[in-house]
């Protein structure tokens, strides 16, 4: 019978039921979004940097570096000579180094030229064709196949940069040859293939004649049809317009073996050997190169400790809701005991104990909990789906819908919530004078 | 069934009450008259457990009901004993029916059915107590006083508010449903239109 009374009673009062379930439910739904997106934030960027020890790349802001080249979120912070970078992978330190190279996107994902090693990082697998080998051949990340329904034989067409909108080099189309198995990580969303590829599309690799490199790059390469390797042709590379390539007017390309080392890249992935040797290399990369090296998990905690910032501010006007909500707990039913005092006394009369009274206040301000948070619970959901439509076009970037550990703390907090505001009231129910309630008529 | 001893009681900053030693057996009806302010409510409640009295025992069924353990007395007071008020209270929220399956030893709904067939409120069982009148809050109340089938009947001024019509009525169903019952019946009043109906009387003496 008691938590048939506190049912009806509640429903009895709807407006002051009202009151006090929506302010807990937007109490709810504000943290409990916050808690998924961070969670699920420092889960996302935890798993994507798996063991890169330092990034090195071109000067810059070294957020902007570890964005671009572990988070693919940013744009790179320019190019580094391969011959430089040549210096630090050779290190004996160094276990295993990882160059990438871009340039150019495909809707919206971005065109990776790397090494088979970056695959193996994050232990992606086949699930149709091969992994790239030669020039212009691309492996897709799961995301990608879904989204354009691309498939192994199709060819497509980088776009230069990363807006959508941006030059198409419809000189060197791509083939895929194969498409991965979703990983959870950024290879879902990369277009995959060799360093060769990035140099080819943007037309340095091989060429040893002379380039008219004047002014920002533009790439509308006229190639008039015999961009071979026969090295014989007249290139007559007409760059001009506002691309910035940091391709800065010094290839020296006029030796007749082309060497190598000669091309960029944009950015190096190491792991160390041990992470004693760790602090020293930094330093030295970036007092006596034109490179920058950066510990990636230093910046994310930068920049986690920032977005912090704005979600704490967040998180105190959620704990100011929850506060007011759970006053307004308190006074509900404490308004609501002088209007029951007669109920409360009769039910002691039929036999109800004062503990009995005790435990009815405190169930009808936990039920007013439940029901805060559950709807707290589908608002935050709600929430999610709507970030989501908006982060699917900005960012690539999906959130989950699943309990995250949280939550389980906000549950908590929540009831904890009803049960101290009705505190009070349920003191006072339990501890009236019947008789004296009964008897002024 | 029901025997007061020595009973008395004081309100803190006022006059010590002493209350004559009643007697009621089971199936009969005590009328205890006085005029307002003389300790009626106070008397029943002492019987009804609800107050501890300052000095002297009340036994019920042979049992010393004034020494018993709060918790003995809300026990004993839910089994056995059904009270009635001059005002109907009723748990608002809740409909006639649930309210008289409100007590935890309160009797299952096949009981709540014959009870509401006998005092003719069985067309009310799903309305709101504010949807009945006064006449009809009264007999639901006395409804709800017997589903525990208790051996005691306990009524604080069960006709004041009523018309003489009701007022009859509503003595009669007491007078009936505690003798179908078995129970002892106990009305405090100053309704001096209940004095010609119940022969056992006590009368309560005025404090100045």
Redesign the interface.
Known sequence: ?LP??AW??L??KPLNTALCVSLLMFGVGIISVLLLMQHQLEQKFERDLRDIDLVVGAKGSPLQLVLSAVYHLDAPTGNIKLAEARKVMDNPIVEEAIPLAYGDSYQGYRILGTTPDYLEKYNAELRDGRLFSKSMEATLGAAIVERTGLQVGDTFLGTHGDVREGHVHEEHPYTVVGVLKSTNSVLDQLVLTNIESVWDVHAVHGDEDDHDHEGDHDHDHDHEGDHDHDHEGDHDHDHEGDHDHDHEGDHDHSDATVDRDSMEITALLLKYKSRMTMLNIPRIINDQTNMQAVLPGLEINRLFYMLGVGATTLKLIAGGIMAMAGFSVFFVLYNRLRERK??L?????????PGHLFGLLLFEGLLLAVFGYLLGWLLSRLGIYFINRQAESDFNLQFGWGWVPGEWWLLLLTFLVGIISALLPAWRAMRMD??KI??D? | MLKSRDLTYQYPGSKALAFPDISVKAGEALLICGESGCGK??LL?LL?G??KPGSGQIFIDDALFSEMTS?QT??Y???HIG?V???S??????SII?NL??????GDRSKTMSIANRLDINDLMRRRPSQLSIGQQQRASIA?AIM?SPRLILA??PTSALDNRNCLQVLNLLKEEALSNNAALVIVTHDDRLRDHISSQVNLEPVN
């Open positions: 019978m048939k009374i009806k009673n429903i009895h007669h109920e006394a009769l039910m002691r009369s039929v036999g109800y104990r019947v008789s009964l008897s008529n | 409510t106070t409640h009804a609800l107050r918790a809300d026990q007071r839910g089994r009270m008020y001059q005002q209270y009723f748990i608002e929220s809740l649930d399956l409100l007590s935890p030893y309160a709800r525990s604080d001024e």
